[in-house]
């Protein structure tokens, strides 16, 4: 697994789906910060960004694909 960061989430959930798996979202409920910083830096922001942009182009190049040779 490449992803870095919380963006591995994303990346195990979207592998999960292209194998045939259900994935469903568990809804959780965070208490706000009351003081301290974020955890997430703006690398780990622009990867998120960027590998889930990539994998949705990625996606569609694909059914593209299909569909011209169906």
Same mark, same amino acid.
């Given at each position: 697994?490449?992803?870095?960061?919380?963006?591995?989430?994303? !990346?195990?959930?979207?592998?999960?789906?292209?194998? /045939?798996?259900?994935?469903?979202?568990?809804?959780?409920?965070?208490?706000?910060?009351?003081?301290?910083?974020?955890?997430?830096?703006? !690398?780990?922001?622009?990867?998120? =960004?960027?590998?889930?942009?990539?994998? /949705?182009?990625? /996606?569609?190049?694909?059914?593209? =694909? !299909?569909?011209?040779?169906?």
């Amino acid at each position: 697994m490449a992803s870095q960061g919380y963006c591995f989430q994303v !990346d195990l959930a979207n592998r999960a789906v292209r194998a /045939g798996y259900h994935v469903v979202e568990v809804p959780i409920t965070f208490v706000e910060r009351v003081r301290g910083n974020s955890k997430m830096s703006r !690398d780990i922001m622009v990867e998120a =960004l960027w590998r889930v942009t990539a994998w /949705g182009v990625e /996606g569609r190049v694909k059914r593209a =694909l !299909d569909r011209r040779h169906t």
